[in-house]
């Protein structure tokens, strides 16, 4: 079954801080992805970047990078400087087809709050 | 921009009401999802759908039906409310049928059984 696991519950960092946001994930299959999407104050979750399970390079988008570790089964999220506008819940989620018919199931983690203190 | 709107922000119903939350996607996106946001348990699949007419239950579909008569329209309904199905009900909705689709989500229905 899949599961999604990030352990952080809430965190707290100085602006201009770097922080890190971990996921693990559990999955039976070979061909999955892995994407991260931020839950604003104002509530609409915002997707913001898509692995897929053959693509272990990492990522880097301005202050944000991603590291994939598929031995550790672990996505994690890095935030470089951090702002105040970075203050969220970020969540972790693993997207797997099902059944052989192609279609998309995508289990979500618990979410990490990030307050980003001025 | 895809849009995704779902009919009610908030609603506050009594217990053993039905409730009907409606959601309507604009980009002709096959997959659709009903998911339920509570704090430290985060988001839930409660159904999905990958197609008109067709729906697979997600991991907490107890209390739950869905419907999609449409390709644009998912719908869920708790046929009879219960005090511990107030929350936050997150719809969303994927292009591809394979796993790769981004989720492209509504603002929410904050539910709240009396």
């Known amino acids: ?118 | 921009d895809v849009k995704v709107t779902q009919s009610s922000r908030y609603l506050v119903k009594r217990t053993g009401e039905k409730v009907f939350l409606e959601c309507v996607q604009d980009m002709d996106h096959e997959n659709m999802f009903w998911y339920r946001q509570d704090p430290g348990l985060g988001l839930r699949l409660i159904y999905f759908s990958y197609d008109v007419k067709m729906k697979e239950k997600g991991d907490i579909p107890e209390g739950y039906s869905v419907s999609r008569e449409k390709k644009e329209r998912f719908s869920l309904i708790l046929e009879s409310a219960s005090t511990n199905q107030t929350s936050m009900y997150l719809c969303a909705s994927s292009l591809e049928k394979e796993a790769a689709g981004e989720l492209f989500f509504g603002e929410g229905s904050r539910l709240t059984v009396l």
């Open chain 1, 1 to 118: 079954a899949q599961k999604v696991t990030q352990a952080q519950t809430e965190i707290s960092v100085v602006e201009k801080e770097d922080v890190t946001l971990d996921c693990v994930y559990e999955t039976r299959d070979t061909t999955y992805y892995l994407f991260w999407y931020k839950q604003p104050p104002s509530g609409e979750l915002v997707f913001l970047i898509r692995r897929n399970s053959f693509d272990e390079q990492n990522e880097i988008s301005g202050r944000y990078s991603w590291n994939f570790q598929k031995s550790t089964s672990s996505f994690n999220f890095t935030i470089t400087a951090s702002q105040v506008v970075d203050s969220a819940v970020y969540f972790c989620a693993l997207s797997e087809a099902m059944n052989s018919g192609g279609y998309q199931k995508v289990t979500f983690g618990t979410g990490t709050k990030l307050q980003v203190i001025p």
